[in-house]
């Protein structure tokens, strides 16, 4: 089964990787703010890159506290950023005179026979559904025309609904996240409605409860799931079993089933069930609820193949220094080996150069697109029986040379190892 992985769109240099790349890549992923500030520039650039791609709604920011999506501006007051204030503006009406003092709570969307209920879902349904044929993008189609050009129509692969986080399925937010996505049914026309799901980890824990969310989340045409802070890594191995079984409790839906932060582990549950999963371009793997909306730089980070995750500049280089011989390959690295001359067993010289020429940034980035693009193929290509053979050799590979020493975590390698062999043996 093809593994449909989606990259995040954060930044508009990402433009170029994008393109560059758009062969190690199945679709991309964007949060409905930024479609809103950017409108023009997606508006040609998906045209153009012909690629699938989804929205994600990122309503569950709206019941968060504001102030994680705000910032201080030039006169020192506290306002929403620009691209949130955007779909603030697009949602207008009561939405807007509600967010304009505070957050949502649960009493706004069950008062008034839930009409504010069917206000958010039509604005953010028809949002993805009119979006990119609304008047200002017309004008584009115009200048198309007298151009000769036809960059086609441009839809989302499937719409996704509007979603708030939920602790438990006590947790009021449940009840209003389902009966919005329930209303989101009737307004999807001929497009494809896929529920977000946006939970706790404990909640994964709750095995009558997740049946119960199954079932509520029957009749859509596909699932995205998010739940909160996961991380695959740090994780103690006990959710890693939950979540193999909720996904392949899902995935008796017999519908596509998306994570919508995910990474190497998220790879490995294609053999369960996971039809894909969208990850940031090296970073965002994973994701809270709570976390503040910062600019800031990024930190230098090296995608490890060896590994599968992305490992700080000094774990990267005393890797290296270990393994030599394995110093990444991949097109984009090859190409700075290549202008430096570094030979294939290279020194610690070549190693400490090569990283002194390499940028963080783009390559960084690129690296990691085309080194995934790699795994995912092995994976593809791979049983979960080998799959499992392949990490337990290289658990036992790494176990000669005492990684933890040089600050290198390789812990998640054996815990997830630990719960595909308890789930294979089942
Ligand atoms: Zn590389």
Redesign the pocket.
């Known amino acids: 089964m093809e593994v449909k992985n989606f990259y995040r769109f954060n930044v508009t240099y990402e433009k170029s990787i994008f393109n560059e790349l758009k062969d190690d890549y199945f679709g991309i992923s964007i949060s409905a703010h930024l479609v809103l500030f950017y409108e023009k520039f997606f508006s040609t650039f998906l045209r153009d890159l012909k690629k699938p791609f989804f929205i994600d709604l990122v309503s569950y920011v709206f019941a968060r506290d504001l102030a994680n999506i705000k910032k201080i501006d030039k006169d020192g007051n506290l306002s929403f950023k620009k691209s949130y204030q955007k779909l603030i503006d697009y949602c207008d009406g009561e939405i807007k005179n509600i967010l304009t003092n505070r957050e949502f709570i649960p009493k706004d969307f069950i008062d008034n026979n839930g009409s504010l209920v069917s206000e958010f879902t039509e604005k953010l349904i028809s949002f993805q559904k009119d979006f990119f044929s609304l008047k200002s993008v017309k004008a584009f189609d115009k200048y198309d025309k007298i151009l000769g050009k036809t960059r086609g129509e441009l839809k989302p692969l499937f719409l996704t609904t509007p979603y708030f986080y939920f602790e438990t399925l006590n947790d009021p937010w449940y009840k209003i996240s389902l009966s919005i996505a329930k209303s989101a049914l009737s307004m999807k026309d001929e497009f494809d409605l896929y529920a977000v799901l946006c939970f706790s980890e404990e909640l994964l824990l709750r095995k009558d409860d997740i049946l119960k969310m199954i079932e509520d989340y029957s009749g859509f045409d596909g699932y995205i799931f998010w739940i909160s802070d996961f991380d695959e890594k740090e994780i103690s191995p006990v959710y890693l079993t939950f979540l193999i079984n909720f996904v392949e409790k899902l995935a008796e839906k017999g519908k596509p089933i998306y994570n919508l932060y995910g990474e190497y582990f998220s790879l490995i549950l294609s053999k369960i069930g996971l039809s894909g999963y969208s990850r940031g371009l090296g970073f965002s793997e994973n994701k809270f609820v709570d976390a503040c909306v910062t600019g800031g730089g990024q930190p230098k980070r090296f995608?490890s193949a060896l590994l599968h995750y992305s490992i700080s500049e000094t774990a990267i280089t005393q890797l290296y220094s270990i393994f030599p011989n394995l110093l990444?390959?991949?097109?984009?690295?090859?190409l700075i080996r290549n202008d430096l001359g570094i030979s294939k067993k290279p020194s610690l010289k070549e190693i400490e150069d090569f990283f002194m020429h390499f940028d963080f940034i783009f390559d960084s980035k690129k690296?990691m697109v085309?080194?995934h693009a790699i795994e995912i193929k092995d994976v593809t290509d791979s049983s979960l029986d080998d799959i499992i053979t392949e990490l337990s050799n290289r658990i036992t590979f790494y176990d000669e040379y005492d990684l933890d020493l040089y600050g290198i975590r390789r812990n998640h390698l054996v815990n997830w190892l630990n719960c595909l062999e308890e789930y294979n043996s089942r």
């Open positions: 995608y990444c390959n991949c097109n984009i690295c090859q690296h085309n080194l």
